[in-house]
């Protein structure tokens, strides 16, 4: 289990400092490295877009 970005997102960076454990990298799409996501949730809740989800 981690969280996992979707096609939807808009590359706003708005999620990344919400990490705790810095797992969440830029580009087109942002992505999260599923090996060091402690699946927290943290970042759900402020992307606009709801592109987030569990996996
Ligand atoms: S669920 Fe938590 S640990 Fe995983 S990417 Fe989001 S903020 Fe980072
Ligand atoms: S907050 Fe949402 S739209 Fe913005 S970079 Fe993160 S996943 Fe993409």
Redesign the pocket.
């Known amino acids: 289990m981690s969280h996992k970005?979707t096609n939807k997102?808009?590359?706003?960076?708005?999620?990344v400092p919400e990490c705790p454990v810095e797992c969440i990298s830029e580009g087109d799409?942002?992505v999260i490295n599923a090996d060091a996501c402690i699946d927290c949730g943290a970042c759900v809740n402020?992307?606009?877009?709801e592109?987030?989800v569990a996996e």
């Open positions: 970005i997102c808009t590359a706003c960076g708005t999620c799409i942002y402020v992307c606009p877009v592109a987030i």
